[in-house]
């Protein structure tokens, strides 16, 4: 379970995250949506101790992330942010090994051996496991850093905007992965995303945030509806329901 | 990535036969004969002053190379190395004021105070790029040349008026003809902190990715930081104080190496040493036969290769990118 409650954080003047207090339940996949400077980003940041709150407490898995041993919490919750570019020349492999770290402290194992293989197989990119990263598209350097944090192999995953720069059949392939790992593994994944329709296909809570408040919260069902996303996004939204799923149109 | 173990054996072996030959170039006649016929003076020699050089050289050449390369994990930054952000001008200020202030000093403590300004040199220039909003490439060298000219001319100010220009200078620019034994032992300490490295060789590789991805691995960033600015003062001191500087190497040998296995530290850190003590060992032993019977300093040596390499870098990278 992830609790956030009261968070605040402000820049100068402007609040940037405003008393957000909600509950994530164990296991399950969960989607935050909400136009750009919303505050997705800050609030992940805040959860994964990238940034200390002005005040309020976030708890993940019962454990306070301010005074939670870093290295305990390593093993627990793996974050990757939204933007990441690395000035270091590393391998996919090295990279991805390097998700081990929490566990292995850099002694690899057999069993660390094993869970890299598994992550860089799963985010298709056996091809390229030994090609440096910066000799990889935008979008085979995303997966890449999705499989360090999938390799991590962690309770909760906090993945903000994994979809950016891929192609259709890779956020799709993603997508599968968050939820497998959801409902094969049980574990909690949180996605920031900015694709309404991915969200609706492969959630059960989505968040909606706005102006560093939380305006909504629900099932797809509950907040893929016309007026609540046109008034979210400022924009004429449209649903339609097509089989068994919501598709926004704008 | 295929094993580079068999290549980095070669390269050791090559180091070897470097060594074996800078032990016997030289003004005075050492050879395998002489030593064989029992020649007390060619032994002298060998023991006294050859070894002790070559010796020096390895050291010095392997451990700045490797404090290059933790300052570029350190400031995520390809263009940076001890003499290009201050660490160098801030040790010598450190034995500038021990030299003053208490003349009579060991060489220990000229090290340990070389060290101390060296880390608050190199930790200013830390401080300064947190605030450099975008991280430019180029902006980041540039802070450090000017914090070291900024640190280097309140040096030279003070020898000066101190009447030790003489001293600065050759603290400044590395020499390794004044090697003897009983006077390069300090440099064993930089060799240490060279397997030290080795040994935290992860957390530096993390580093480098990070402030955000070293917490979200559980490391403490700040510790990590402090433990590379230790590495890499201790070392700049104890090379500043024994030979002098020797410029452009921490530079040089981590880019080449990057080039060839990449930055993960646990598999490039073997070829930054043994590339680092070759080079110096190569530069010693041109300097030394060049001009026989006198002797072309290293640091001269060094910065004439060691420009045109940098701009055959920065070529590369433009072409590169064009
Ligand atoms: N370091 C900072 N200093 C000042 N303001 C900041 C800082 N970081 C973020 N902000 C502001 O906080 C607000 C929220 O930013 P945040 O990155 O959390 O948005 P987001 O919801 O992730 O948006 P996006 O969809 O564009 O990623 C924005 O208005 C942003 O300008
Ligand atoms: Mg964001």
């Keep these: 379970m992830i609790a956030v409650e009261k968070i605040t954080k402000t820049y100068g003047s402007s609040v940037v995250v405003d008393g957000v207090s909600i509950t994530l339940p164990k296991g399950g996949v969960t989607s935050i949506i909400g136009p750009n400077g919303a505050g997705k980003s800050t609030l992940l940041s805040m959860v994964g101790r990238f940034l200390s709150a002005d005040s309020g407490t976030i708890t993940v898995g019962g454990l306070d992330v301010t005074k939670t041993p870093s290295d305990e919490l390593a093993k627990r919750l793996a974050v990757l942010r939204q933007d990441n570019h690395l000035a270091v020349r590393l391998t996919v492999r090295d990279l991805v090994s390097f998700g081990r770290y929490p566990h292995s402290k850099g002694r690899y194992t057999v069993e660390d051996e094993r869970h890299v293989n598994e992550a860089i197989a799963m985010l298709g990119l056996s091809g390229l496991a030994d090609r440096f990263l910066d000799e990889l598209s935008g979008g085979q350097r995303q997966r890449a850093f999705v499989a360090m944090v999938i390799c991590q192999d962690t309770e909760y995953v906090l993945l903000d905007e994994p979809l950016n720069n891929l192609d259709i059949k890779h956020a799709v392939e993603i997508m599968r992965l968050v939820q497998q790992a959801a409902r094969r593994l049980n574990k909690t994944m949180v996605v920031v995303l900015h694709d309404i329709n991915m969200a609706s296909t492969f959630s059960d809570v989505i968040v909606a945030m706005k102006n560093g408040q939380i305006v909504a919260s629900g099932s797809p069902a509950e907040i893929i509806q016309p007026d609540l996303l046109s008034q979210i996004y400022e924009t004429e939204i449209k649903v339609v329901p097509v089989g068994s799923r919501l598709v926004a149109i704008y | ?322």
């Design chain 2, 1 to 322: 990535m295929k094993s580079t173990l068999p290549a980095l054996l070669l390269a050791g072996f090559i180091l070897l036969v470097l060594a074996v030959a800078s032990l016997f170039v030289g003004v005075s006649d050492v050879s395998l004969s002489s030593l064989m016929s029992g020649d007390a003076k060619s032994l002298q020699v060998l023991l006294v002053s050859r070894a002790p050089r070559t010796a020096a050289l390895i050291l010095a050449g392997s451990s700045m190379a490797i404090a290059g390369m933790i300052m570029q994990m350190l400031a995520r930054n390809r263009f940076v190395e001890p003499s290009t952000i201050g660490t160098v001008e801030s040790a010598s200020l450190g034995i500038l004021a021990i030299t003053v202030l208490a003349p009579g000093a060991p060489v220990i403590a000229k090290m340990i105070t070389a060290s101390v300004f060296a880390m608050a040199g190199t930790a200013i220039f830390l401080r300064i790029l947190k605030f450099v909003p975008l991280r430019s490439v180029l902006l980041v060298p540039l802070v450090g040349i000017m914090l070291s000219g900024i640190i280097g001319a309140i040096t030279t100010f003070f020898a000066y008026r101190l009447d030790l220009l003489q001293s600065l200078g050759a603290w400044m620019t590395g020499d390794f003809s004044v090697v003897l034994k009983g006077r390069y032992e300090l440099l064993w300490i930089a060799g240490a902190l060279g397997i030290a490295a080795y040994i935290a060789a992860d957390r530096f590789t993390v580093a480098g990715l990070g402030q955000h991805f070293t917490t979200n691995l559980g490391l403490n960033y700040r510790r990590v930081m402090l433990l590379g600015l230790t590495i890499v003062s201790l070392v700049t001191a104890s090379v500043v104080v024994t030979v002098g500087s020797v410029p452009f190497l921490g530079l040089i040998i981590p880019n080449v190496v990057a080039m060839m296995v990449g930055d993960n530290m646990r598999r490039s850190l073997p070829w930054v040493a043994i590339l680092g003590a070759g080079f110096v060992l190569v530069c010693d032993i041109f300097g030394r036969l060049i001009i026989r019977p006198y002797e072309m300093p290293i640091g001269a040596v060094m910065g004439v290769i060691g420009a045109f390499f940098f701009l055959y870098l920065l070529l590369r990278r433009t072409s590169r990118a064009a």
